[in-house]
């Protein structure tokens, strides 16, 4: 997926001034929330219906090929285990969950991707909405495995969504987040070069220390006001918030893509790159019991 992006700015002193879209437009302050208030839309709401001709029924290949099977495997769960799919989005995830036994919820903070989430999918999963990092979401619930794909990136505060995280599974529950690898997927701050004397692609990184927040514009490009927020973290950021949350480490893994270029000069050389050079990172987290009692 090829992402349109405007200047990233720094998370730590965020600019009073309106967003600069690389349009040079101005993103109006009404549209910025990434939280439905209010019933005002959210950035994905707004983003719907592109989001969806990427997603659809279910998931882009590299949800069908890489992302949900790894965070099945992942989460290890029998048969019956109730899951709560963080950030669902139109679904996809938990009809998958479904389809392999389990019990998914959905929760997410956009009314019309729940929308087509409620119209897509079985009665038997339910589907919230509100803002994961509300500490009164999904009360005196609780879940064995709770999973987020491609989602923790564009959530603002994620130490309120851990610890949510936190509260929601079991002793012992397992949590599985996977996004696009921090280290090497950075909107605007990084992307594919090719070394000519070494025949090989790489990767240039421009910025990853720092958090930043970066706008993404979503289609019809030409539109300035139409973006999704990314919030860039480096892996420090990541797992001194899970820590904090008392989610505990206990693996993590590191995926690469399943494409292949189109034959050519350059092919060997940016296949062999795409092989170690990861497009996603997946952390897996257990709650410990004795940081989080009720
Ligand atoms: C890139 S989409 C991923 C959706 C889905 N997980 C998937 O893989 O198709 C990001 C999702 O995060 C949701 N989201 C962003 N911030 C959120 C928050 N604070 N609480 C709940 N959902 C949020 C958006 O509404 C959107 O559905």
Redesign the pocket.
Known sequence: MRKKTAPGRKMRKPSKKPLTSSHGGKAPKSSRA??SRAGKP?L?DQASRW?DSL?GMS?SDY?RTI?MPGVLRMLELKAGRCVL??????G??SRYLLQKKLKPEG????EQ?LRMARSRSEKSIPYHL????DTAILEGKKFDGVA????VQ???NIES?LKNVARWLKPSGKFVMVLTHPCFRIPRQSNWGWDEDKKTGYRRIDRYANEMEIPILTPPFVDKDNFTMTYHRPLQSYFSALLKAGLCVDSMEEWVSDKESEPGKRSRGENRARKEIPLFMAIRAVQSASKNKE
């Open positions: 990434s939280v959210t994905w989001y997603v998931g949800h992302l799919d963080l950030a669902c989005g139109q996809v995830l929760l997410d903070s956009s991707l509100g803002n994961a990092g987020c794909i491609l989602a564009n959530m603002e969504v």
